[in-house]
T-cell receptor, first 113, second 113 residues
Framework: DARVTQTPRHKVTEMGQEVTMRCQPILGHNTVFWYRQTMMQGLELLAYFRNRAPLDDSGMPKDRFSAEMPDATLATLKIQPSEPRDSAVYFC???????????FGQGTRLTVV | AQSVAQPEDQVNVAEGNPLTVKCTYSVSGNPYLFWYVQYPNRGLQFLLKYITGDNLVKGSYGFEAEFNKSQTSFHLKKPSALVSDSALYFCAVRDTNAGKSTFGDGTTLTVKP
């Protein structure tokens, strides 16, 4: 059963610390998305990649966030330094072709104290 | 530019009654339209999509949606609601010329016994 895998599922960290979230997209999917979900802002697109190349990261705070795909089986989202306002659930999703739906991971629940 | 609106934050229905969750969209070209469902502490799950062809689309768990080009709508429907349908529902749109989808703010569906 193919699925998007995200680690860790939960992360509690202190303000100022670096946070790294990882995502393994479904094998054969060439598009990867990072979303952030909060009660106040809803679902926000942070960045997305096609064939490992970043296409759009306009939704991401550039001074502290970075997203990469070191290879086709791994996408990472880093926050350095983390702040309490970064507390949210971060979802990774992957997809194939233009008209295809996205497959979401279970999310990483980040709490910055 | 593309946008999507879910005019209702909350929809309440009694079990066994029909349900409708509304979605309207705006795109400059032709739309790809999607519905996703999110259960508590889970990622979004794909329900159904409209790409082209028949305006009535059938999806998972007995859900269906009708694409209405003149009204730019893609409402989600189910003839007989179940308590287990209670969840958060997201509509999403992607212009055929765009690489990413835009999600609505979500509608919380509550089905009461």
């Amino acid at each position: 059963d193919a699925r998007v895998t995200q680690t860790p599922r939960h992360k509690v960290t202190e303000m100022g610390q670096e946070v790294t979230m990882r995502c393994q997209p479904i094998l054969g999917h060439n598009t990867v998305f990072w979303y952030r979900q909060t009660m106040m802002q809803g679902l926000e697109l942070l960045a997305y990649f096609r064939n490992r190349a970043p296409l759009d990261d306009s939704g991401m705070p550039k001074d502290r966030f970075s997203a990469e795909m070191p290879d086709a089986t791994l996408a990472t989202l880093k926050i350095q330094p983390s702040e309490p306002r970064d507390s949210a659930v971060y979802f990774c999703a992957s997809g194939r072709l233009e008209g295809d739906e996205a497959f979401f991971g279970q999310g990483t629940r980040l709490t910055v104290v | 530019a593309q946008s999507v609106a879910q005019p209702e934050d909350q929809v309440n229905v009694a079990e066994g009654n029909p349900l409708t969750v509304k979605c309207t969209y705006s795109v400059s070209g032709n739309p790809y339209l999607f519905w996703y469902v999110q259960y508590p502490n889970r990622g979004l799950q794909f329900l159904l999509k409209y790409i082209t062809g028949d305006n009535l689309v059938k999806g998972s768990y007995g859900f269906e949606a009708e694409f209405n080009k003149s009204q730019t709508s893609f409402h989600l429907k189910k003839p007989s609601a179940l308590v287990s349908d209670s969840a958060l529902y997201f509509c999403a749109v992607r212009d055929t010329n765009a690489g990413k989808s835009t999600f609505g703010d979500g509608t919380t569906l509550t089905v009461k016994p």
